[in-house]
């Protein structure tokens, strides 16, 4: 099988953690841009340089295609760029030339504009840092009331009111488009009301798909590649509170993971026929968050690894793993034969749609790869337990050294759990403590 990939910009979760994940089957030819041509926090992708691979591609089965990069140079560009509908239209129409010469089912992808409920303006327009907090209530009211008041300056409003109509109708064109194999319209940051949620109900009356999630969805579109379904059975170890809401997400757990199994072209069912047992690691009051000091309460029973093939997926904290938990889980010895997976990657669609990718394409290998799939949980273990859960609390600037002396003892606990060798590097790939990457 050939797949080509273009991401939503250069982090590893976007760049390299596909490439990891394709490479657990060495059958398959995989085809990504050059890292550089990719947009970050401060840059845009180079769409020319990206309309030129396209071009180039050779015949493959499958396209996964952020179309946010090419758009509007990436995701955080998309919220930013200052070009007209008329400017961005001209462009995507391009790409549907491009994609229209190619034999390829094409799978794709737009997001939603995002309103973050905060004063960051790290990934927003630069008012953001001052308004922030209230554009995100004035758009909560204004979608639940039809009507709202706020003191925000009318020109930062109209702005911002401008760039989200530009970004919805250019989501509304590509529901013309006959090309796509999948169309999928992502929202993340949710809450009960706002105008992301309203625009989403507008494209879903349109006849269009839309999930809840964002970083994920390109690897739940690499699993949906592969046409073969796996049946999966979701245990939650909290039952009694799967009907709870996790953080950035606006469905519950339990809906968010049938979501993630269903968008990956798998399929839900029960223990006895399942081929691989998927283990939540939920949260009983609410989903707690490190990073932000909210906590919740700890996992505290055992956990006996079954004798069947299992993945885990710890959602009781965002962006972090559950100590507890994975210290109860390093007590079983961890084998090849059943072990699908771990993730712990930010929210929870992230968690699962990464997770449920690396499973699918460790179960249907044609020449498996054991070497990267052990790469794969090594990368997800220091990342989001590691660091996530416990050295980013004790770091106060993107310091490498720092960094790299307190992942040790985790690499060392690792090395005798997967019982194998390994050396890591690390480095701040946007300048900042929110992501890491990690090259095994």
């Given at each position: 099988m050939k797949i080509a990939f273009l991401p939503i910009d250069n982090r590893p979760v976007c760049y390299t953690l596909p490439k990891i994940i394709l490479g657990i089957d060495k059958s398959i030819e995989f085809y990504l841009p050059k890292r550089e041509l990719l947009g970050d926090l401060t840059k845009s992708a180079n769409i020319e340089g990206l309309f030129e691979w396209l071009n180039n591609l050779p015949k493959v089965d499958a396209i996964?295609?952020?179309?946010?990069?090419?758009?509007?140079?990436?995701?955080?560009?998309?919220?930013?760029?200052?070009?007209?509908?008329?400017?961005?239209?001209?462009?995507?129409?391009?790409?549907?030339?491009?994609?229209?010469?190619?034999?390829?089912?094409?799978?794709?992808?737009?997001?939603?504009?995002?309103?973050?409920?905060?004063?960051?303006?790290?990934?927003?327009?630069?008012?953001?840092?001052?308004?922030?907090?209230?554009?995100?209530?004035?758009?909560?009211?204004?979608?639940?009331?039809?009507?709202?008041?706020?003191?925000?300056?009318?020109?930062?409003?109209?702005?911002?009111?401008?760039?989200?109509?530009?970004?919805?109708?250019?989501?509304?064109?590509?529901?013309?488009?006959?090309?796509?194999?999948?169309?999928?319209?992502?929202?993340?940051?949710?809450?009960?009301?706002?105008?992301?949620?309203?625009?989403?109900?507008?494209?879903?009356?349109?006849?269009?798909?839309?999930?809840?999630?964002?970083?994920?969805?390109?690897?739940?579109?690499?699993?949906?590649?592969?046409?073969?379904?796996?049946?999966?059975?979701?245990?939650?170890?909290?039952?009694?509170?799967?009907?709870?809401?996790?953080?950035?997400?606006?469905?519950?757990?339990?809906?968010?993971?049938?979501?993630?199994?269903?968008?990956?072209?798998?399929?839900?069912?029960?223990?006895?026929?399942?081929?691989?047992?998927?283990?939540?690691?939920?949260?009983?009051?609410?989903?707690?968050?490190?990073?932000?000091?909210?906590?919740?309460?700890?996992?505290?029973?055992?956990?006996?690894?079954?004798?069947?093939?299992?993945?885990?997926?710890?959602?009781?904290?965002?962006?972090?793993?559950?100590?507890?938990?994975?210290?109860?889980?390093?007590?079983?010895?961890?084998?090849?034969?059943?072990?699908?997976?771990?993730?712990?990657?930010?929210?929870?669609?992230?968690?699962?749609?990464?997770?449920?990718?690396?499973?699918?394409?460790?179960?249907?290998?044609?020449?498996?790869?054991?070497?990267?799939?052990?790469?794969?949980?090594?990368?997800?273990?220091?990342?989001?337990?590691?660091?996530?859960?416990?050295v980013r609390q004790t770091l106060t600037n993107t310091d490498i050294l720092q960094l790299t002396a307190e992942m040790k003892p985790f690499e060392k606990k690792l090395k005798e759990l997967l019982n194998v060798d390994f050396e890591a590097q690390y480095s701040f790939p946007w300048n900042r403590l929110f992501e890491v990457e990690v090259r095994v």
């Open positions: 996964i295609l952020s179309l946010d990069t090419i758009a509007y140079g990436g995701l955080i560009p998309s919220r930013r760029c200052p070009e007209t509908f008329e400017q961005i239209l001209k462009r995507i129409e391009y790409l549907k030339e491009i994609l229209l010469k190619k034999d390829a089912e094409i799978y794709a992808f737009s997001s939603i504009m995002r309103i973050s409920n905060n004063n960051y303006n790290d990934e927003e327009k630069i008012y953001w840092k001052d308004f922030g907090e209230k554009i995100f209530k004035y758009s909560y009211e204004l979608h639940k009331n039809g009507y709202a008041r706020t003191n925000v300056p009318e020109e930062i409003i109209q702005d911002y009111l401008k760039t989200r109509k530009r970004n919805f109708e250019i989501n509304k064109k590509y529901l013309e488009w006959d090309i796509f194999k999948t169309l999928v319209f992502t929202k993340d940051d949710c809450a009960q009301y706002g105008l992301n949620v309203k625009e989403a109900k507008d494209l879903e009356t349109l006849g269009g798909f839309t999930k809840t999630g964002a970083d994920e969805i390109p690897l739940s579109l690499l699993s949906r590649a592969i046409h073969k379904p796996i049946k999966i059975c979701p245990i939650f170890l909290e039952p009694d509170y799967k009907d709870l809401i996790s953080n950035y997400e606006d469905v519950s757990i339990e809906k968010s993971v049938i979501g993630q199994i269903e968008l990956a072209g798998c399929m839900v069912s029960d223990k006895k026929d399942a081929d691989i047992l998927l283990y939540v690691n939920n949260f009983i009051d609410k989903q707690g968050e490190l990073v932000m000091k909210r906590g919740t309460k700890m996992f505290e029973r055992n956990f006996v690894t079954p004798d069947k093939p299992y993945m885990i997926a710890d959602v009781r904290f965002a962006n972090g793993a559950d100590n507890n938990f994975v210290n109860e889980l390093f007590k079983n010895k961890i084998e090849d034969k059943n072990f699908y997976g771990f993730s712990a990657w930010n929210t929870s669609a992230n968690t699962l749609g990464s997770l449920i990718c690396g499973a699918k394409y460790k179960f249907f290998s044609q020449k498996y790869n054991i070497d990267n799939f052990k790469k794969l949980q090594i990368t997800r273990f220091l990342d989001d337990w590691a660091y996530q859960a416990n």
